[in-house]
């Protein structure tokens, strides 16, 4: 992503450069000035997206809510297993390692989480 | 290490010489003793210090949030410390006293509710000890969404 951003940063600096004198314009300059002004606001969206974008998750923070959510579903199921023939605990254990799977599917691939 | 963490920042958050100054130092130095006396096993004790910071009236000049986050972070450690001890019904009044501070999508009602499932559980009352641990799921689900896009990750 590094040389894109380089890249990107190369190529806005070039469409922000400075006005030739006004006795070099002539409405042919003013229409590419025009473009590469807009070219120029174009590319720094696009910089922001890509910054945004590259931040880096809280993968401990990340990891230890994972880990509580499927903690708390083994607790959840493990109270079924002692009540069999209640279906809401049942429900109730299959809708918690749901969460679990879902939490575990969320993380992304930057963040390593040991799973249990 | 979460609640000196917690403490730093409310600490820093209020300046110095203030009686709500005072308050976080007291704070974070029962939290300290209470962590050395836990590592020696004596949990009684670590337990009476933490009662006497949540009993200990909050200065004026913490703000409502700070004074809940400090109070409910304790009401949860002695939570476990009645756990660890063996006294359930203690744990779910410690919890229960950390929830009636205020409750919000946050760390601290999570773990209260956690630690109020675990000593429904021990008092053998199952039923309401799933469902707390569900509600706790749901907050900790809450604060992952906060944590991947706070992170960046959408």
Redesign the interface.
Known sequence: MKPALTALFLLAACACAGPRPAAEESSGDRAIARAEEQRAEEMERTLSTLSAAEAPPDCPRVCGLVEQICELSQRICAISGRHREDPDLTARCAAGEQRCRRSRDRVPPACSCQAR | MRTALILVFVGASLGCGSGATRWIGEAWRAHAEADILERSGDLERAGDLLQDLVSRPVPAGVAPQDARAVLQDTYARLANVALKRGKPADALHSADAGLQLGEAQDVFA?SLR?FR??AL?ALGR??E???E??A???I??A??SE??V?????
């Not at chain 2, 706070?150 to 959408?154: A, C, I, K, L, T």
């Open positions: 999570s956690a499932g675990r559980e199952d039923a000890a799933a469902r641990y569900e706790a799921q749901a900790a689900e604060l992952l944590a991947l706070d992170g960046g990750v959408r």
